[in-house]
């Protein structure tokens, strides 16, 4: 599908585990801090584009990496993000693209 092709040349490298580690695939996605425009939350920064929660984020990657599942993560970089929500975007019967609110991991050492 053309959506592949896009994400192939303009997201960033990502891969996705399973709850205990093991590498299910890679691909590419877009993630994103979510910004709200609404300001009656009262944890985060207030940015001029909008509201910035500092630890949520949105991703938006090929169906063909399916991270609907439960205990999953993402891993981009040097971050590694929780799934806290993903659902399958569909145009027709076919599954379009995958999105998702991930959540930033912090490891304690």
């Known amino acids: 599908m053309i959506t592949e092709k896009l994400f192939r040349r303009y997201a960033r490298p990502c891969s996705f ?7 299910l695939g890679e691909m ?3 993630i994103s801090p979510l910004r709200y425009r609404n300001k009656m939350y009262i944890y985060g ?7 910035n929660s500092e630890g949520y984020y949105l991703y938006i990657g ?3 990496a399916d991270i609907t599942g439960d205990g999953i993560s993402v891993h981009c ?3 590694t993000y929780l799934i806290d929500r993903a659902e399958k975007v569909y145009y027709g019967s076919d599954v379009f693209y995958i999105w998702a609110v991930l959540r930033k991991t912090v490891e304690v050492n």
């Open 77 to 79: 970089g040097d971050d």
């Open 28 to 30: 590419s996605a877009f």
């Open 62 to 64: 090929p169906a063909s």
């Open 45 to 51: 920064v207030n940015t001029a584009i909008g509201y």
């Open 17 to 23: 585990s399973d709850g205990r580690g093991n590498t």
